[in-house]
């Protein structure tokens, strides 16, 4: 059975944060791939500040092209909205039952999964959860944290409103701040 951590986000844009939790979950043999579940939106974050689905899921099939344990999925972008993670684990259940999922978490989002909606259905997935700056870990999730994998101070929403090419390139995977800058979302240099 093929053991897939699912990295759910809204990927607004991809970036090498994103690359450097999936690259840990890999080297430590934790999963033998891992599944980016574009989100479509995230009912805790502003519909406004969204990049359109089109362009968010061309950034990850850009980003993931090298790396051969690495795959979008398109999952949520095909189920009703608003959708929640159990649906979406629910259907991949059924459409891959040779598969064994688990949970890549950001800390500040695994905080708030016992309000999710069916949480104890998703908690009964293994959950990995990787630490965020200024998000502490409750005392239960502890034996799942990713606790030696280097925290990458990287802000999609910087990555957004920035116009420090510099600082795009050092955050963005290759090829995708030219995918930004050929849609006029960055200044091109």
Do not use: C
């Not at 708030?112 to 998703?122: D, G, K, R, V």
């Not at 965020?132 to 239960?140: D, T």
């Amino acid at each position: 059975m093929k053991r897939v951590a699912l990295f759910f986000g809204s990927f607004n844009p991809v970036h090498k944060g994103h690359l450097h939790i999936a690259s840990a979950v890999l080297e430590k043999g934790l999963a033998d791939e891992v599944e980016f579940v574009l989100t479509p939106h995230n009912p805790f974050k502003k519909l406004a500040n969204l990049w359109p689905e089109a362009d968010r899921w061309k950034m990850l099939e850009i980003a993931l092209s090298k790396f051969p344990n690495m795959h979008p999925n398109d999952i949520e972008l095909e189920l009703h909205k608003p959708n929640y993670t159990a649906t979406t684990l629910k259907r991949l259940g059924e459409l891959y039952p040779n598969k064994e999922y688990s949970l890549l978490l950001g800390a500040d989002t695994a905080v708030s999964l016992p309000t999710w909606t069916q949480a104890e259905y998703i908690q009964q997935f293994p959950l990995l959860i990787y630490p965020r700056a200024g998000s502490p870990i409750p005392s239960f999730f502890k034996e799942r944290l990713l606790i030696d994998v280097e925290l990458q101070e990287i802000s999609a929403s910087e990555i957004r409103t920035t116009t420090d090419q510099e600082l795009l390139r050092t955050w963005l995977p290759e090829g995708v701040h030219a995918y930004l800058a050929k849609n006029n979302w960055v200044i091109d240099i």
